[in-house]
């Protein structure tokens, strides 16, 4: 039988997204404590944005991070607890906050290539006690090497593991092998995986991240996440028992968490979806958070917000770049009636 690998539950925290950050405080109580009946390995809690993410710019949460850890840390006894901090987002009165409520990891997220922003936030959490993981958000965005390279500087600040994270669910199972084998070769500590399902490939790639040395994954009920949600986590367990790995959640017990617990507090519109919208964004390789903007901004200029999506794909934007969209719109208008207008004129 396969080694066992540690499964964390994003529900409470990627799943966010899905419900615009308003589950409750009892909400997550109720979740919780049915994923440590299931004998989950961790459960993350916070804000989809991590703590401090509830605001105007990422979406004003149901309760704030202290409410929930309130909420959830009683319901947990196997099960370990996680949070998650973005350097700039989180701040080191929430990480005490966080460790005092009984947090036992904290990971600590940057894009791809901005490990560097991270050094004061992994040797304080180191500090306070908790394991420290680090997460290597739109990992398509950067070459195996590069990645390998912002991995060793996590691994350097005093990380106990590091995540490629295939946060536009953009990548193929090829390109996930690549990158977790190298990063499994160089670093002396774990690599972790985590997915989304913009392509369809959530489970198929996570399977192929544990094929190739990760020995850590991410996965939400029902697939809950941003974009087209997270690998579905009672299926990865199902998928995991059939490729042979001993797995610590119990299958039927995740099941009931996510049919009979989470299932009940959804609405058909926070339903993770694998529609058009999802699969562009995939297929681009863009944030979820651009696809608003990307509408508002092809309605305003006549553009087909496909062809902008690819075009802001291209120009690798991330989070923070959203003011580029009606600038690249723009000139997609102007080119678009450039060659309207040169077509004219050959007729």
């Known amino acids: 039988m396969t080694e066992s690998p540690r499964l964390v539950d994003m529900t409470l925290r ?8 308003q589950f409750t405080p009892d909400q997550m109580r109720r979740v919780a404590a049915a994923l440590d009946d299931a004998e989950m390995d961790v459960v993350e809690v916070s804000h989809g944005d991590g703590m401090g993410g509830s605001s105007i710019n990422y979406g004003m949460a149901a309760a704030d991070t202290e409410e929930y850890l309130e909420a959830v840390a009683p319901e947990l006894t196997d099960t370990e607890l996680s949070v998650l901090l973005l350097p700039g987002i989180g701040t080191v009165e929430e990480l005490d906050m966080a460790a005092d409520h009984g947090a036992d990891i904290c990971r600590i997220a940057t894009h791809v290539t901005e490990a560097d922003v991270s050094q004061e936030h992994f040797e304080y959490v180191t500090e306070r006690g908790l394991e420290a993981n680090g997460l290597l958000m739109l990992s398509h965005m950067a070459e195996p090497e590069t990645i390998l390279e912002q991995a060793q500087l996590m691994e350097e600040y005093g990380a106990d593991a590091v995540y490629v994270m295939d946060s536009a669910g953009a990548l193929l199972p090829d390109g996930v092998r690549e990158r977790v084998e190298l990063l499994t070769d160089e670093l002396s500590i ?10 369809g490939l959530a489970i198929g790639n996570t399977l192929t991240a544990l094929d190739a040395g990760a020995v850590t994954v991410d996965g939400c009920l029902r697939g809950l996440g941003a974009g087209s949600g997270n690998a579905q986590m ?19 017990g995740v099941m009931d968490a996510a049919e009979d617990v989470l299932l009940p507090m959804l609405t058909e519109d926070t339903m993770p979806e694998l529609d058009n919208d999802s699969l562009i964004l995939g297929y681009a390789g863009v944030y979820s958070s651009f696809l608003r903007h990307a509408r508002r901004a092809s309605d305003r200029y006549g553009v087909d917000p496909r062809e902008l999506l690819i075009e802001l794909g291209e120009m690798e934007v991330v989070g923070g770049q959203e003011d580029l969209i009606t600038d690249v719109a723009s000139r997609l208008a102007e080119e678009s009636g450039s060659q309207s207008a040169a077509a004219e004129g050959d007729d």
């Open 14 to 21: 990627d799943g966010m997204h899905a419900v615009d950050h």
């Open 190 to 199: 774990d690599v972790g995986f985590h997915a989304h399902n913009n392509m």
């Open 234 to 252: 009672e299926v990865l367990v199902g998928a995991l028992e059939k490729a042979g790995y001993d797995v610590g959640p119990d299958l039927f």
